[in-house]
Structure formats: structure tokens, C-alpha cells
T-cell receptor
Framework: EAQVTQNPRYLITVTGKKLTVTCSQNMNHEYMSWYRQDPGLGLRQIYYSMNVEVTDKGDVPEGYKVSRKEKRNFPLILESPSPNQTSLYFC?????????FGSGTRLTVV | AQSVTQLDSQVPVFEEAPVELRCNYSSSVSVYLFWYVQYPNQGLQLLLKYLSGSTLVKGINGFEAEFNKSQTSFHLRKPSVHISDTAEYFCAVSSSSNDYKLSFGAGTTVTVRA
């Protein structure tokens, strides 16, 4: 089944403790992207990647890092999480013409 | 850069009634347009997309949308809704030359009542 898999689904962490949210896709897509969803703001793009080793900032990149060492994986790294990064995060991949989204990771930073 | 405005944050509707969700976009270049649906506690699912050609686009679950270039709109419609259509709906736009950069509207919550 074609899908984007994120882990974990839920995560509660403390301020400053580094964490990684993994994302993997099995569709051989070139494009991958991370979004955060906040009430009243819709989805905002954090980072995107056009291919292996090619990444670029989206609209809200501050406080996040990404890497794209393999085509199928695109982890999101929070080196020092802060409470304002509490949000619902989605990974997505696209061949062309529209993204396929993962099920989301609900992150709470206390 | 492109942006999207969804004109209604909440739309209550009775079962079997029609619904229209309004979406306007701004862009200086040609665009691709999308509607996504998010059911409670789930990810986003593509409802339909406009890339080129016919301005009336049909999607899944009986939804359709019409692209209007002069009014820069892409409104979503369904002639008769069901309880199961209760969800949040997002309009999104990308430029046709950079279609990996997808910009979303703030979302419209549709609540269908019996």
C-alpha cells in the first residue's frame, strides 16, 4: 500500500530535549515536505526537499532541522524544543501534482 | 509567492442540504489548486485538484470544484451532504513551476447535522 509513515503518533517532551520525528514513504517520490498545523492557521510548510541532499526552508523553519540522506526518508529534528513548537506535524511526499500526507505526529513540549 | 484565503471558518449544514466552501487565491503566475479533507484525528486526504483544462473538476465522495481565473477562486461544492462529511476542508495552491511548495488556507470546518 502506498503510504507515508510517521513516527511517533504522539510525543510529550520537555523543553530543550532534542527529538526526531521520522518520516518514510514507499512511493519513490522525489518531493517531501514537513508541515505544522495550528488552529486557525491551517498548515504551514516548515522544510521541503526536492531530492536526496536537496532541502530548502519553507515558511516557518526556525527551530527545526531536516536531512535527506535517502530518497524514502525525511526526518524532522528539533534540537532544542520549546513550548511554541507544540503542534500537529505532518510529513508529505509527492511525485507531481499534489502531496500524500502521513497520519500526523502530535507533539507537546512542556 | 502565492496565498490562499478560505472565506468561511465554520459552515454548519443540515444533512442532505447542499454546501459550498469558498476559496480565493492570489498568485502572479499560473497555479495548481487543490482541496484536501481532514476527518477527525486523521491526516489529510486529497479530494480533487485542478491542473489545467476543464474548469469544473470532479473529485471523490461527490465533491466538485470550479476554477474561475478571472475571480481567482476555486470554490468547493457538494449537492447533498451526509453526516460523514463532517470534517475540516483545506484549499491549497502551488505555482505550476514550483509545485512542491504547497500553500494552504486556514481551513473550513463543516459540521453536518441531522
Amino acid at each position: 500500500e502506498a503510504q507515508v509513515t510517521q513516527n511517533p503518533r504522539y510525543l510529550i517532551t520537555v523543553t530543550g530535549k532534542k527529538l526526531t520525528v521520522t518520516c518514510s514513504q514507499n512511493m519513490n517520490h522525489e518531493y517531501m515536505s514537513w508541515y505544522r498545523q495550528d488552529p486557525g492557521l491551517g498548515l504551514r510548510q516548515i522544510y521541503y526537499s526536492m531530492n536526496v541532499e536537496v532541502t530548502d526552508k519553507g515558511d516557518v523553519p526556525e527551530g527545526y532541522k531536516v536531512s535527506r540522506k535517502e530518497k524514502r526518508n525525511f526526518p524532522l529534528i528539533l534540537e532544542s524544543p520549546s513550548p511554541n513548537q507544540t503542534s500537529l506535524y505532518f510529513c508529505a511526499s509527492s511525485g507531481r501534482y499534489g502531496y500524500t500526507f502521513g497520519s500526523g505526529t502530535r507533539l507537546t513540549v512542556v | 509567492a502565492q496565498s490562499v484565503t478560505q472565506l468561511d471558518s465554520q459552515v454548519p449544514v443540515f444533512e442532505e442540504a447542499p454546501v459550498e466552501l469558498r476559496c480565493n487565491y492570489s498568485s502572479s503566475v499560473s497555479v495548481y489548486l487543490f482541496w484536501y479533507v481532514q476527518y477527525p484525528n486523521q491526516g489529510l486526504q486529497l479530494l480533487l485538484k485542478y491542473l489545467s483544462g476543464s474548469t469544473l473538476v470532479k473529485g471523490i465522495n461527490g465533491f466538485e470544484a470550479e476554477f474561475n481565473k478571472s475571480q481567482t477562486s476555486f470554490h468547493l461544492r457538494k449537492p447533498s451532504v451526509h453526516i460523514s462529511d463532517t470534517a475540516e476542508y483545506f484549499c491549497a495552491v502551488s505555482s505550476s513551476s514550483n509545485d512542491y511548495k504547497l500553500s494552504f488556507g486556514a481551513g473550513t470546518t463543516v459540521t453536518v447535522r441531522a
